[in-house]
């Protein structure tokens, strides 16, 4: 007896500790339950019951809020809070990608639940000029956000000169895939992305580079699609993204299942180097087609990111029907 109750003595204080710090959030004018949650990246129909019970002596009518009191938010894994995360590479700090934005943003779907997705700017590595870094910076934010309300986690993997919006000297970048130049810089992505690929061990999980090599000006791009020869992962999701650009294409030629081969030592470094198969994404103006069989599409930043996560969905579908 005196085993069992010094046991729980022990016991008690770290069940405490536990619950000693709940999230708390003040309510603000025009909240309601559905509000507050959907601002801390919650599903309102999934948390509103949770809510309810937690904050019920603290409820007007059993569901309304005082205005400046403070709420217990449900702990969620898939709050979109824990579920988008930038990594800043080079300080191993991690936060929120979307914070301000969250109340805007609901949950589509759960049909990539299993999956973990890690995202790099390619133009990061570049020389590039502001305008083109924002468009690529625009097309990766629409691409997380559109992966994580279809349920997958997501890992935006940056340097601190990214994260700073730091200035870099405008540089004309010829497309001949690629010009990643700091192999450092790859190094440090990759120990990041592959702990975080062994503690995700067994689920789906893909890495993917945007990049724009010159400005959009026009209403159509080219794209081109890129992936490691010696894996079968990164072939078959760049076949499945390059078809889903295939049927968004503005020409009206025959359907040509293509992709190219990784070249630049950089991305091969992290094709060989990083655990999960590796795609690049990579855009240009379409006013002068440098790959013969490249897609001409919108050049929508919107529809760029709606394109890749099909594919990917696509990617991720065919794997479980196979299992």
């Not at 909240?31 to 809510?51: M, T, V």
């Not at 000029?129 to 629409?142: G, L």
């Not at 992966?147 to 970048?173: C, D, F, R, W």
Request: proline share 3%.
């Amino acid at each position: 007896m005196k085993k069992t109750f010094s046991f729980l003595w022990v016991l008690c204080p770290i069940l405490l500790f536990g619950q000693a710090n709940p999230h708390l959030v003040v309510a603000e004018s025009g909240d309601g339950i559905f509000s507050i949650l959907r601002k801390q990246g919650l599903n309102p129909a999934k948390y509103y019951a949770e809510f309810v019970e937690l904050n019920k002596k603290n409820l007007r009518n059993g569901s309304e809020l005082h205005l400046g009191r403070a709420y217990v938010i449900p702990y969620a894994e898939d709050s979109f809070k824990r579920t988008a995360v930038q990594v800043q590479a080079d300080k191993n700090i991690e936060e929120s990608i979307f914070k301000s934005e969250l109340a805007a943003i609901s949950p589509k779907s759960t049909k990539l639940k299993n999956a973990v997705i890690y995202l790099i700017s390619g133009n990061s590595q570049m020389k590039t000029s502001s305008s083109v870094n924002k468009i690529t910076d625009e097309i990766t934010m629409n691409l997380a956000q559109e992966l994580m309300v279809h349920g997958a986690q997501v890992y935006l993997i940056q340097s601190e000169a990214e994260n700073n919006n730091a200035p870099v000297q405008e540089t004309k970048y010829t497309k001949t895939e690629g010009a990643m130049a700091d192999l450092s810089q790859m190094q440090e992505y990759v120990e990041i992305i592959n702990k975080k690929y062994l503690k995700h061990h067994g689920k789906y999980q893909r890495l993917l580079i945007t990049r724009v090599n010159d400005n959009i000006t026009n209403e159509h791009c080219e794209v081109s699609v890129y992936h490691h020869n010696s894996s079968e992962d990164g072939r078959r999701i760049a076949a499945n993204i390059q078809r889903i650009f295939n049927e968004n294409s503005i020409e009206s030629k025959p359907f040509k299942e293509y992709t190219e081969i990784f070249t630049e030592r950089n991305n091969l470094y992290l094709a060989k180097n990083a655990l999960p198969a590796i795609t690049l994404i990579e855009i240009g103006s379409g006013e002068k087609p440098s790959i013969e069989d490249v897609i001409l599409v919108n050049s929508n930043q919107e529809l760029l990111s709606s394109i890749i996560t099909s594919g990917v969905l696509n990617d991720y579908a065919d794997l479980e029907i196979e299992k």
